[in-house]
T-cell receptor, first 111, second 115 residues
Framework: DAKTTQPTSMDCAEGRAANLPCNHS???????VYWYRQIHSQGPQYIIH???NNETNEMASLIITEDRKSSTLILPHATLRDTAVYYC????????????FGQGTTLQVKP | DGGITQSPKYLFRKEGQNVTLSCEQN?????MYWYRQDPGQGLRLIYY???????QKGDIAEGYSVSREKKESFPLTVTSAQKNPTAFYLC??????????????FGQGTRLTVV
């Protein structure tokens, strides 16, 4: 079962910040939070990941709460090309190494 | 360029036939994965492998088989036992969990249609 919970869909105005939430209340101490996005009919694309500190790269920022039970992906200036399904994943550590995807959030950026 | 390649992009088969989907990576990744995606749905894990000659079932392994004879290759066979094989299939690779916090790389997918 997926270990993350995300809203099914969100809208965002072009040029505005898109804030995508994710709950991962059962996360273990050594598990990382990863974010991917999938544009229609393509393979998912890595965006960002983090353990407990906030992270930023050229695509997005990741804010992880102090208790690590939730996180928020921030696209600072959303464009129409950011319309996609966004997946929040907790990387399972140990021998399994599975990557478990949930249903994701469909972000619609509107002009 | 390093990457992960799936072929073919589109595949049509008659019901009752086995079909094998190719996945090759030149990223020197130990772990490889196969996912299935149905319209409007998320990704579901079929099989994964962390080392050559070893693999584990994911959540929906029934009707599928895999092999991992080479580190670079992880082919998926959709057998006639898979009741609803028409779907979008995605292959991914990554370093092993616990060896560092690295991302998974995905292929562009194979869209299988069984008629």
């Amino acid at each position: 079962d997926a270990k993350t919970t995300q809203p099914t869909s969100m809208d965002c105005a072009e040029g505005r910040a898109a804030n995508l939430p994710c709950n991962h209340s059962t996360i273990s101490g050594n598990e990382y939070v990863y974010w991917y996005r999938q544009i229609h009919s393509q393979g998912p694309q890595y965006i960002i990941h983090g353990l407990k500190n906030n992270e930023t790269n050229e695509m997005a920022s990741l804010i992880i709460t102090e208790d690590r039970k939730s996180s928020t992906l921030i696209l600072p200036h959303a464009t129409l090309r950011d319309t996609a399904v966004y997946y929040c994943i907790v990387r399972v550590e140990g021998n399994t190494g599975k990557l478990i995807f949930g249903q994701g959030t469909t972000l619609q950026v509107k002009p | 360029d390093g990457g992960i390649t799936q072929s073919p992009k589109y595949l049509f088969r008659k019901e009752g036939q086995n079909v094998t989907l190719s996945c090759e990576q030149n990223l020197n990744h130990d772990a490889m994965y196969w996912y299935r995606q149905d319209p409007g749905q998320g990704l579901r894990l079929i099989y994964y492998s962390q080392i050559v000659n070893d693999f584990q079932k994911g959540d929906i392994a029934e009707g599928y088989s895999v092999s991992r004879e080479k580190k670079e290759s992880f082919p998926l066979t959709v057998t006639s036992a898979q009741k609803n094989p028409t779907a979008f299939y995605l292959c991914a690779s990554s370093t092993l969990a616990g060896t560092g916090n690295t991302e998974a790389f995905f292929g562009q997918g194979t869209r299988l249609t069984v008629v």
